[in-house]
């Protein structure tokens, strides 16, 4: 199986799952081949479930993603589900602005019917000196409301709070 080939879906998962995270992400990273490696890569045509696993590395223009295991699907509505897994889970996308945003969590999923963007387990995003922090961070890529949530706001019994920098403005 050649993994870019087989695909077919991943790209909107990937670009949503990047680009959410910022409204002034580099158009021409949609029209970008996407290139994926890993240990190994299966697609299930039949069910719409594709899954990569082992140092997956994910590019479409200046998009990345590093994760250990990456799960597909699509269900006949079109509607997609990306689920990731790793120690942790990486992304990264240049911005229109010459500014970059990355982030990382143990966990990222993504849903094209609910348009949420969640990173679990030590999930953080930055983008230049901003930065937020939390056990839970989600993202609604229809009405860009972020939640971030602490470790006791998440279910877990770890004292971790939420953590939330923010730059001042240069104007």
Same mark, same amino acid.
């Given at each position: ?65 590093? *994760?250990?295991?990456? %799960?597909?699907?699509?269900?006949? #509505? +079109? ?7 790793? $120690?942790? !889970? ?32 030590? *999930?953080?995003?930055? %983008?230049?000196?901003?930065?937020? #922090? +939390? ?7 229809? $009405?860009? !409301? ?26």
């Amino acid at each position: 199986m050649t993994p870019t080939r087989n695909a077919k879906f991943l790209p909107a998962a990937l670009l949503l799952l990047a680009l959410s995270f910022s409204a002034h992400a580099l158009e021409s990273d949609r029209k970008q081949p996407i290139s994926i490696d890993a240990d190994s890569g299966s697609l299930d045509q039949k069910n719409q479930v594709t899954v990569f696993s082992g140092n997956v590395i994910i590019k479409q223009g200046s998009i990345n993603m590093r *994760a250990e295991r990456v %799960r597909l699907t699509r269900d006949k #509505q +079109g509607n997609q589900t990306l689920q990731a897994e790793g $120690s942790p !889970v990486k992304f990264g996308q240049q911005l229109e602005n010459k500014g970059y945003v990355e982030g990382q969590g143990n966990r990222a999923e993504y849903s094209s019917a609910s348009n949420m963007i969640r990173l679990s387990g030590n *999930a953080k995003v930055q %983008r230049g000196g901003d930065v937020a #922090q +939390g056990e839970v961070i989600t993202y609604n890529t229809k $009405s860009e !409301v972020y939640t971030v949530l602490g470790s006791k706001a998440a279910g877990t019994k770890s004292g971790r709070r939420v953590s939330v920098i923010i730059q001042p403005s240069a104007k």
